[in-house]
């Protein structure tokens, strides 16, 4: 099984808060790293954060670690993604993707093009 279900999106207000969730079959979780990304309407996709759960190790993209947070929850084989202080620029669809070819970690962990496996996405919406 290989199976990446996005969930927790939705529409809130300026500055609120959501918690994202990606839950992921095991095999996924146990081997490989999974990382978050947003699309905006006319933007390219945007790499966040991403975290290996077997070690705990990941990456953060420097303009997202002020208000963007990923963390592993081992018994749900989930991984969260924690926005605080939502802005209507974080508007977007958010996805999760998973990758074993090394790069979460590196430089090259927010290019999706080295994440094989996809969720559909949930959307966020943040009001004015």
């Known amino acids: 099984e290989v199976q990446l279900v996005e969930s927790g999106g939705g529409l809130v207000h300026t500055g609120g808060s959501l918690r994202l969730s990606c839950a992921a079959s095991?095999?996924?979780?146990?081997?490989?790293?999974i990382g978050w990304f947003r699309q905006a309407p006319g933007k390219e996709r945007e790499g966040i954060s991403c975290?290996?759960?077997?070690?705990?190790?990941?990456y953060r993209v420097e303009s997202m670690k002020d208000r963007f947070t990923i963390s592993t929850d081992n018994a749900k084989k989930t991984v969260h993604l924690q926005i605080d202080g939502l802005k209507p620029e974080d508007t977007a669809v958010y996805y999760c993707?998973?990758?074993?070819?090394?790069?979460?970690?590196?430089?090259?962990?927010?290019?999706?093009?080295?994440?094989?496996?996809w969720g559909q996405g949930t959307q966020v919406t943040v009001s004015s």
């Open positions: 993707a998973a990758e074993n070819r090394g790069v979460c970690g590196t430089i090259l962990a927010p290019d999706a093009r080295f994440y094989e496996y």
């Open positions: 095991e095999a996924i979780f146990d081997d490989y790293a």
């Open positions: 975290i290996r759960p077997s070690t705990g190790n990941g």
